[in-house]
């Protein structure tokens, strides 16, 4: 078995997913790490939406749950630095959260207690409208002092490479790319481009054979497969 350091961890899920299809990548992460040390925040749906609806305000609402998640696990380990594992969209919006710099009203203060953000298939890079709202942020906020503070490791497949003159997944992967970064024969998850995820500073890590959707009988980010190939840099 693979050494992992023993930190507290936090799970912050993906766009439009919610916190009960993190249950399965709670219980493959335990074997590495105590479960009682393990939390997912607590994010549903209309997180993401909003009701009435208001995506443009989803960064929002899901910081004001990870800010609760972060404070129940700091009050639990007050002397130990807690480690963000953050899927897709979710990963920008921890890198918002943790950059302590007003986010359309919003800001928390809450970073010293956290060492580390590991994100898995999330976009640092696009021209899709909603998440621009936070890569722009990013872009502007972001320093290299920050990484001084706090380490960030982005992960990201290259299980797929977009094709229009293949099958029909390779076609879905053009699309989803295409709207990601612009161009869809390049490689990734099978949702997001691998180099839409390079981010300055960072650690970067390509991984492979690993999806990006938590959906059921795949091999994505949070199962035993794709975790054995990211838990190194937990």
């Not at 993906?14 to 939390?39: C, R, T």
């Not at 807690?82 to 921890?94: L, Q």
Request: charged share 20%.
């Amino acid at each position: 078995m693979t050494q992992t350091a023993q930190n507290p961890v936090v799970i912050l899920p993906g766009v439009l997913f919610w916190d009960n299809l993190y249950a399965g990548m709670k219980q493959v992460l335990s074997a590495h790490v105590p479960e009682n040390k393990i939390a997912i925040a607590p994010v549903n749906i209309l997180d993401w939406v909003g009701f009435p609806l208001s995506p443009e305000r989803s960064t929002n609402r899901v910081m004001a749950v990870l800010d609760r998640t972060l404070a129940m696990m700091q009050k639990r380990y007050p002397e130990e630095k807690i480690t963000i594992v953050a899927h897709s969209g979710g990963g920008t919006v921890a890198l918002i959260y943790l950059l302590e710099h007003a986010f359309q009203g919003d800001v928390y203060h809450r970073g010293k207690s956290v060492g580390k953000l590991l994100t898995l298939g999330t976009p640092f890079h696009t021209k899709e409208h909603y998440a621009r709202i936070k890569t722009d942020f990013i872009d502007k906020h972001l320093k290299p002092d920050f990484f001084e503070r706090c380490k960030v490791v982005s992960v990201v497949s290259n299980q797929y490479t977009g094709s229009l003159d293949k099958g029909v997944i390779e076609r879905m992967c053009y699309m989803f790319y295409k709207n990601v970064l612009g161009e869809g024969n390049v490689a990734g998850d099978g949702i997001v481009p691998v180099t839409s995820c390079f981010l300055k500073g960072a650690e970067n890590v390509t991984i492979s054979g690993i999806e990006h959707l938590p959906t059921p009988h795949t091999r994505w980010y949070g199962t035993g497969e794709g975790i054995e190939q990211w838990i190194r840099w937990l």
